[in-house]
């Protein structure tokens, strides 16, 4: 559990760091399209993984039954 507490942690601090590409993407607006793709790439990789999941409880069930 301390591990995790600790990634968490330096993860939250590397969020918070302000720096000049930020402000950059703040400034201009660009921060919403760098969202909007990661957004995607999840989304689109939750859904592979379900998917997947989904193939591969049937190809076991298949199995099971033969």
């Known amino acids: 559990m301390r591990k995790y507490s600790l990634i968490l942690m330096f993860v939250s601090l590397f969020a918070m760091a ?4 930020n402000d950059f993407f703040y400034s201009s607006g660009k921060i919403y399209v760098v969202i909007a793709v990661l957004v995607i790439i999840f989304s689109l990789l939750a859904y592979y993984l379900v998917r997947l999941d989904k193939k591969i409880t049937q190809v076991e069930k298949d199995r099971n039954e033969a």
Do not use: I
């Open 18 to 21: 302000d720096s000049a590409v």
